[in-house]
């Protein structure tokens, strides 16, 4: 039976910094479990199996029945109180289901103070690693025959009606999502006509059907290039040398130890075109041999550019001969050649730099038996009849969602037909084998300050299977190997992938939810350990050696999205750890344990004051370093917004509410800096509101959920509704959203749509229910009608379940628009939290 672990290291390999504090795992213990137990975790297997077309998202069962009944602090759960449409919601009603709530909430709470749940959603993410393992020949080693049973079980239980599987486990079929999926099951040894109602050759039917594997978007033609179904000659190039270019483009001033100073591209000279001619304007004083040799080979760089170029654009269609593409082109140019230290995104830059080493060294693993069996299934012809130069850009239309621009597609051009060759010629290989040891470098340092666990979990496997390929027998490898139970979760619909945990962002949630029921006495163990989590997990210290050089920002003082090991920062995260640490500094320490250090409250206004952007919004993980135009270069054709850091309401509200309550409780540290970031914040929440008096949410499903955060950010600074026309709007935009039961439901469309759309059936959803309730009280609509509030908290209250647990909906989360995120506590969190509130803000005054 799988048995969920806390908190605990082992072996060699794995590396901690707060001894494996809030770290989760599962384990396959064969002699774990009674009859009865192993009895009902099938029962649950079969029902979600049963129910799985109309139910996608797993309840989190086994990790709830677990942690349930080795409990230590279970308090028996008073019977549930209903209320009828005709009756008045009293606060008896209210407590009652507060306390039930609350109980059950206590019960699967972790020994370390964090409450353990499922991170999960996208069906892209267990598949690439189990490539990588079949690749470095771990697969067996890696995964027992039970981990693999389970991914079977997941990917066959996620499969679509049509045969196809999605990007995530509620979308509709992709190629992206079909061809991995199908890929994972052949390799964990299912046969072409495996599977219930033959799924398997349903879902190959769905591949060709839909014009093969050429059309699987660029990160797929990556990872099957990779594996060796896939030809790198259709891929677009990833150039390593990015990593000896981060500041400037195209020479970086300190790649080599001369300083060579070349025209701005504004100047170059345009014929039929692009006709490009470089003017080499000198060099330091203290230039040397190798600067000199660098400028011949710069000179040889440009007598081959003006000598190929003509082959370049033969591949092009005459009408971008036009002077209108031209100036098009010119403008592009200019401001590529303007960037001073543009960053992309963290996570877009950390998936592009272990995806260049292996594009670079054009990794391809053993091609066996099974290989050569994946290249006959997958394509629509004879796989060596592939025309794998005209497919670098073929993407199937049930995948595309960011189509590239078309200067993004001249670039690929250039730098396939035009760049690669000449990288691949002494001696520009030599700056070839030079960008491959930078990257790696930096891989290197992203694992080491992760603790083999990095910024998450597509990366992670991108960072494994690098380091394998540059050394299959190295420390880092083994290190990586150690860290992968980290990602693993198991639930009644099988063993999935995380992105890497919640569990510090969940955990402030969670600590202020129940806070808000004003129950705090009759908690006071789950609070203890929730407020020792939340002390143990705040990061200590900035990343190793020169930060600043290898593109990372201060972390001294942030709260992670999971745990302190992971050390990147995040604003809403360390905003959301501030708050509850405040917050329990407040209470009795005999009730909720020693407060934290006040140096170490402010380490965190640190990290958030430094977060936030010039138009006063607050970005995610880093400050603002890169242009907006840039995002026209983004490659990735199923996700949106993914290349620059941007301000997002939600980030922005967590920063105003933590640090009104620090300035409250803490005056004089960066008082007036505060004050002057907190006006800006304000403007810019007022100005990002929608014409409907909507917010768009990034980061959860979607208007709802952003403008709850935009709601009690502004309502923290002194709103309300009588004195501010955005709340007024808020609450009819909220109200004209209520359906008939009294709740709300929001469909993961409205991200991708960018317009509001209901849930198939006019659903509701209580998570975004809880949100709507949350932004209506806090924004003062009870004192005008209560009615709409006292619709939407009988729901909640007749929807709890027996054992004071509430049943489990649609997915809430989201992330780059088009990706929907689980996240399991908020089905308990949420209900609390309004529930809390509306005890508070409405019955107690």
Request: proline fraction near 4%; charge should be negative; include cysteine.
């Amino acid at each position: 039976m799988w048995k969920l672990k806390i908190s605990e290291g082992g072996g060699p390999w794995l590396e901690t910094t707060n001894g494996h504090y809030g770290r989760q795992h599962w384990e396959f213990d064969d002699q774990a479990g009674t009859v009865d137990e192993q009895a009902q975790i099938e029962k649950v297997r079969d029902e979600f199996k049963l129910n799985r077309f109309h139910s996608k998202q797993s309840s989190d069962l086994l990790m709830r029945m677990q942690l349930t009944k080795e409990s230590s602090h279970y308090t028996p759960i008073p019977p549930a109180i209903k209320v009828k449409e005709t009756e008045d919601v009293t606060q008896e009603a209210v407590i009652t289901t507060l306390r039930r709530g609350i109980s059950f909430y206590s019960t699967i709470q972790a020994r370390d103070g964090f409450w353990p749940d499922e991170n999960a959603g996208p069906l892209f993410f267990t598949p690439t690693l189990v490539m990588a393992l079949y690749i470095t020949k771990t697969l067996d080693t890696v995964l027992s025959s039970e981990h693999q049973k389970e991914i079977i079980r997941y990917t066959y239980n996620h499969q679509n009606e049509d045969g196809g599987w999605g990007l995530h486990i509620e979308g509709h079929s992709t190629m992206f999502g079909s061809a991995l999926c199908y890929i994972v099951l052949r390799l964990l040894g299912e046969g072409p006509e495996d599977g219930e109602d033959r799924a398997m050759a349903r879902g190959r039917r769905w591949i060709l059907d839909h014009g093969g594997a050429v059309g699987i978007p660029s990160w797929g033609k990556f990872w099957l290039s990779v594996l060796g179904v896939h030809d790198w000659a259709g891929c677009n190039p990833l150039p390593p040398e990015f990593w000896l270019l981060p500041k400037f483009f195209p020479i970086h001033p300190d790649v080599f130890h001369g300083r060579l100073i070349l025209v701005k591209l504004r100047n170059i000279y345009f014929s039929n075109l692009l006709s490009p001619s470089f003017l080499v304007l000198g060099m330091a004083p203290h230039y040397h041999k190798k600067s000199v040799v660098l400028i011949h080979l710069q000179w040889e760089f440009l007598k081959n550019i003006e000598k190929t170029r003509r082959k370049f654009f033969q591949f092009l269609p005459n009408f971008i001969r036009s002077i209108t593409v031209q100036s098009a082109m010119f403008s592009f140019l200019q401001k590529m050649a303007n960037i001073s230290n543009a960053q992309m995104m963290c996570y877009c830059r950390l998936v592009y730099m272990p995806m260049s080493y292996l594009y670079g060294k054009r990794f391809v693993g053993s091609i066996t038996g099974l290989i050569q069996s994946l290249r006959n299934e997958l394509y629509v012809q004879p796989y060596h009849q592939v025309d794998w130069k005209n497919s670098r850009n073929t993407c199937a239309m049930e995948d595309l969602y960011f189509p590239h621009p078309l200067v993004q597609d001249m670039l690929w051009g250039f730098l396939y037909h035009f760049a690669e060759p000449i990288m691949a010629r002494w001696p520009f290989s030599a700056l070839r084998e030079k960008a491959l040891e930078k990257t790696m470098e930096h891989v290197h340092y992203e694992d080491e300050n992760s603790r083999y666990i990095c910024i998450g979990v597509v990366e992670k496997v991108l960072c494994l299977l690098a380091c394998w390929v540059e050394d299959p027998h190295s420390e880092a490898f083994k290190r990586h190997l150690a860290r992968l139970p980290d990602y693993f979760w198991v639930a009644e619909d099988g063993l999935k992938l995380q992105t890497f945990g919640s569990q510090a962002w969940e955990a402030a949630l969670s600590i202020q939810a129940v806070l808000s029921s004003n129950l705090a006495e009759e908690y006071g163990p789950m609070l203890k350990k929730a407020h020792d989590f939340i002390k143990a997990s705040q990061v200590r210290d900035n990343p190793s050696g020169d930060f600043v050089k290898m593109h990372r920002h201060i972390s001294k003082g942030c709260w992670t999205f999971s745990i302190q090991d992971h050390g990147w920062q995040s604003s809403d995260c360390t905003a959301e750890g501030l708050k509850a640490a405040l917050l329990f500094a407040q209470m009795p320490p005999e009730l909720v344990g020693n407060k934290i250090e006040i140096e170490r409250l402010c380490d965190a206004v640190n990290i958030i004051l430094s977060l936030q952007r010039n138009n006063g919004g607050f970005q995610a993980w880093e400050p603002q370093r890169a242009y907006s135009w840039m995002e026209k270069l983004n490659p990735i054709e199923f996700f949106q917004d993914v290349i620059i850091e941007r301000a997002y309401v939600e980030c922005t509200s967590s920063a105003i509410q933590a640090l009104l309550l620090f300035q409250k409780l803490h005056p004089g540290h960066r008082e007036d800096e505060i004050k002057s970031c907190i006006c800006k914040a304000i403007a810019y929440i007022e100005d990002e509101q929608e014409h409907d008096g909507s917010w768009y949410g990034r980061w959860g499903i979607c208007y709802t959920y952003a403008t709850w955060f935009a709601v009690e950010g502004l309502v923290a600074c002194g709103k309300n509704y009588k004195n501010s026309t955005t709340l007024q709007k808020a609450c009819g935009f909220l109200l004209s959203k209520q359906l008939p039961d009294g709740g709300w439901g929001e469909s993961y469309l409205s991200c991708s749509n960018e317009e509001y759309t209901n849930l198939d059936g006019d659903r509701s959803n209580l998570v975004q229910t809880s949100w709507a309730l949350l932004s209506l009280i806090a924004a003062g609509q009870v004192e005008l009608d209560p009615t709409p509030i006292l619709r939407g908290i009988r729901l909640l209250i007749n929807s709890q379940m027996e054992d004071g647990d509430f049943p489990q909906q649609e997915t809430t989360g989201i992330f780059f628009k088009n990706c929907t995120m689980h996240y399991a506590t908020y089905r308990n969190v949420f209900p609390i939290w309004a529930l809390g509130e509306f005890r508070r803000r409405v019955l107690c005054l």
